[in-house]
């Protein structure tokens, strides 16, 4: 499996925002769909938004709907995790994970990940 790259990650204020990042060498997942997750210390990672293969449809869990964006570059080589109004609960390892098909399932099924980055990590401190 080839290894997606996050990046992005720090420290920020509730109330920031920050933009994380996923690449990939070329091309090589512009036909599959690609899914941010996160987890926090001791807890279960956790679905946080999902992109198509070609951009056009997209998918936010309920605490993030309104705050964070999901996008694909038009290469198809790489997305990206807007984040504005953070907040402490937001704090956690995220990561990206391409899946073997166009689209990701929106239940939180991993089954069709074929490859995920290392995680970046996010800090927001009250």
């Known amino acids: 499996q080839v290894q997606l790259v996050e990046s992005g990650g720090g420290l920020v204020q509730a109330g920031g925002s920050m933009r994380l990042s996923c690449t990939w060498s070329k091309r090589i997942f512009s036909n599959n769909g690609v899914a941010w997750f996160r987890q926090a210390p001791g807890e279960a990672r956790e679905l946080v938004a999902t992109?198509?293969?070609?951009?056009?449809?997209?998918y936010y869990r309920d605490s993030v709907k309104g705050r964070f964006t999901i996008s694909r570059d038009s290469t198809l080589n790489a997305v990206h995790l807007q984040m504005n109004n953070l907040r402490p609960n937001d704090t956690a390892v995220y990561y990206c994970?391409?899946?073997?098909?166009?689209?990701?399932?929106?239940?939180?099924?991993?089954?069709?990940?074929?490859?995920w980055g290392q995680g970046t990590q996010v800090t927001v401190s009250s």
């Open positions: 994970a391409a899946s073997r098909r166009p689209y990701v399932r929106t239940d939180g099924e991993t089954t069709d990940l074929r490859s």
């Open positions: 992109i198509s293969w070609n951009g056009g449809s997209t």
